[in-house]
């Protein structure tokens, strides 16, 4: 069996982080990750491609999710300000 890619591993552990300590920054760093842990995988041959979809998946679910809240947030705000 191939060696399982670091980056793929990486992104998986990053996923999971961005639903639970670290959503924006994690997410982020989840999706980079999975992309450059597919393409090693394809260059190399290595293992890990479920892992790596897996990261990106859970870190695109996050960005697509926190999208419309800080829109949301931002327009309060905005609003907020006008009032005052």
Request: overall charge positive.
């Given at each position: 069996?191939?060696?399982t890619?670091g980056?793929?591993v990486?992104s998986?552990v990053?996923?999971i982080?961005?639903?639970?300590?670290?959503p924006?920054?994690?997410a982020?760093?989840?999706?980079?990750?999975?992309h450059?842990?597919?393409?090693?995988i394809?260059?190399s041959?290595?293992?890990?491609w479920?892992?790596?979809?897996a990261?990106?998946?859970?870190g695109?679910?996050?960005?697509?999710?926190?999208a419309?809240?800080?829109l949301?947030?931002?327009?309060?705000f905005?609003g907020?300000?006008?009032?005052h």
């Amino acid at each position: 069996m191939p060696p399982t890619s670091g980056m793929a591993v990486a992104s998986l552990v990053f996923g999971i982080a961005t639903w639970t300590t670290c959503p924006i920054l994690g997410a982020g760093i989840a999706v980079v990750l999975g992309h450059l842990g597919r393409d090693d995988i394809r260059r190399s041959g290595q293992s890990g491609w479920g892992m790596a979809t897996a990261g990106l998946i859970l870190g695109y679910a996050q960005l697509a999710l926190a999208a419309p809240v800080g829109l949301v947030l931002a327009i309060a705000f905005i609003g907020a300000a006008l009032h005052h």
